[in-house]
């Protein structure tokens, strides 16, 4: 069963078509890797889909129900949730207290908030810094911050934009596995940008494949990473070893 649906979205910013009639699916409880070159328009598919900016042409569907145009914070609630390349959390506030807003603004109450953060907190791997101020945070562990406050608002289907970057590769690994638990053993549909190879090669059980705002193509990642489509326009020599 398709828990995501995206039909034909096409976004156009001073004339320059940055997505062009983009269509996939998602299957429930899948991981989707979206790969491509700087520029690709995977970010703002990402953009269109949440509702962060409107779509001049397309449809997305959640769980069947059409949620083009919704406002972010009604397509959260709606069951989808996201992850920003450029972290912000509320620095002059504890991880705790950022998670515990988050579970706020999804649908948890005030007299749980608290302990339903510390969970989650626990979930991601950041229970050393629970009480610490998110400022001065390393980057690991912000990154895992800013997961724990997408799952605050316990989403069906989560989109991760490259949740890997900036990280040093024995970071990567615990993330990866933590990734792997989300989908096994809560059930959750992830949807991944990702400019790490190995990331995707281990993670995707499918993959879509942007360039210059179109797809290129999709499949299985073995599959995609042989297509010389693909290696042209955007893998080149670059290694996929788990190692890379």
Known sequence: MSILRVEGLTKRFRGVTAVDGV??????????????????????????IAGAIPADSGRTHLEGADITGKPPHAIARAGMARTFQLMRPFYSMSVLDNVAIAVLAGSGTRRTARDDAATIIDTVGLGAWRDSATEGLPTAALKRLELARALALRPKVLLLDEVLAGLVPAERAPVLDLLERLRTDEGVTLVFVEHIMAAVMRLSDSVLVLNLGKVLTSGRPEEVTKDPRVIEAYLGEEPTRADS
């Not at 998602?26 to 690709?40: D, K, R, T, W």
């Open 23 to 48: 269509s996939f699916e998602v299957e429930e409880g899948s991981i989707l890797g979206i790969i491509g070159p700087n520029g690709a328009g995977k970010t703002t598919v990402f953009n269109l």
